[in-house]
């Protein structure tokens, strides 16, 4: 039984491109969660998704960022026009309730 | 604003001993407390849930809940060096939602 899958695991961007992370639940699993984690800080919450709906975004930067989770196909987490501040490990998890357990992130770089 | 409070640490501890590392959250009704694991440059690790009050032992952690004071813990006894990780406290507020608050976690360091 896969754990939560996410790729890639590292992602280096230059200022201005576009970030796409991906991350595909554990079988079984209808809730998606999407985590920053900056170093030396704790995880952030960023947006909870079921399938094709969009639960909480309120962690969500209000420009650039936006996620889905469509009915086929993994979860996306995307970033327009990266700045610098935006690196940082991104990790996804998954629950079929409350225990979530988390992929092995993708640390972007924006240089 | 809900909110789960940690000791930063680091919180240091001879080879053998335990380790006891607290939590406290602010919405009452919360139904269901985490302890995840964390080391350096790696994804967290559920390693403990507890939804009821009083102890709950697996192996060589037991996590202790107290709604009353808003207070989880976890201890681990036998301290590993292997154990030297971050050790974040998640709780759920319950009321249909599944999403997790996280606490900024303590890091243990186990001394040989």
């Keep these: 039984n896969a754990g939560v899958m996410q790729n890639p695991r590292h992602l280096v961007r230059r200022r201005g491109q576009e970030a796409r992370l991906r991350c595909s639940p554990m079988k079984g699993h209808s809730h998606v969660y999407w985590y920053r984690q900056l170093p030396e800080e704790g995880l952030k919450f960023m947006v909870y998704l079921q399938k094709e709906n969009i639960i909480d975004e309120s962690g969500m930067p209000k420009e650039r960022f936006s996620a889905e989770f469509p009915k086929e196909g993994p979860s996306i987490l995307r970033i327009q026009q990266v700045v610098r501040g935006d690196s940082a490990a991104y990790f996804c998890a998954s629950s079929r309730d409350t225990e979530a357990f988390f992929g092995q992130g993708t640390r972007l770089t924006v240089v | ?112």
Excluded: H
């Excluded at chain 2, 009452?28 to 995840?36: A, L, T």
């Design chain 2, 1 to 112: 604003q809900k909110e789960v409070e940690q000791n930063s640490g680091p919180l240091s501890v001879p080879e053998g001993a335990i380790a006891s590392l607290n939590c406290t959250y602010s919405d009452r009704g919360s139904q269901s407390f985490f302890w995840y694991r964390q080391y350096s440059g790696k994804s967290p690790e559920l390693i403990m849930s507890i939804y009821s009050n009083g102890d709950k032992e697996d192996g060589r952690f037991t996590a202790q809940l107290n709604k009353a004071s808003q207070y989880v813990s976890l201890l681990i006894r036998d301290s590993q060096p292997s154990d030297s990780a971050t050790y974040l406290c998640a709780v759920n507020p319950g009321a249909g939602s599944y999403q997790l608050t996280f606490g900024k976690g303590t890091k243990l360091s186990v001394i040989p």
